[in-house]
């Protein structure tokens, strides 16, 4: 090969390497952006005052299944991915029933795979009359 055609390869090279920065660049930034914004929520995160993503992963799964919309959802599953989300459907003792309900048919999960919410009558003594 040429001195002239090696040189045209790596500029072209160069160039493909800058554009994959540039759009992982604007890629981060937006995932950044809606992550604030899910973050950020009130009517998600009404009782917490600061949230880490990694640290509290299935706490922040679990209200954006029970009280997310829909970009919140998509936010999640980009972000976790669904392999983490289906774990905490799996794990989860506080969503609600018609949630946990939801979830598992949406991610295709059987119904003993699903956790069970434990019954009023079994939570507390102080329930019963």
């Known amino acids: ?12 090279l160069m160039k493909n390497i800058i554009l994959d920065l540039i ?6 930034f937006f995932c950044y952006n809606r992550r604030m914004k899910t973050l950020q929520k009130k009517s998600l995160f009404w009782d917490v ?4 993503p990694q640290k509290n992963a299935g706490f922040i799964i679990e209200r954006v299944l029970a009280f997310g919309d829909k970009e919140d959802v998509k936010w999640a599953l980009a972000f976790y991915g669904e392999e983490a ?3 905490v459907v799996r794990k989860s003792k506080t969503l609600d ?16 795979q699903c956790a069970k919410q434990p019954s ?9 009359r």
Do not use: H, P
């Open 1 to 12: 090969m040429e001195r002239g055609a090696r040189r045209a390869v790596r500029v072209k």
């Open 23 to 28: 759009i992982f660049d604007i890629s981060l």
């Open 49 to 52: 005052a600061a949230l880490d």
């Open 85 to 87: 989300i289906t774990s």
């Open 97 to 112: 029933q018609k949630s946990l309900q939801f979830w598992c048919n949406y991610f295709n999960l059987d119904k003993s």
């Open 120 to 128: 009023i009558r079994k939570q507390s003594a102080f329930w019963k």
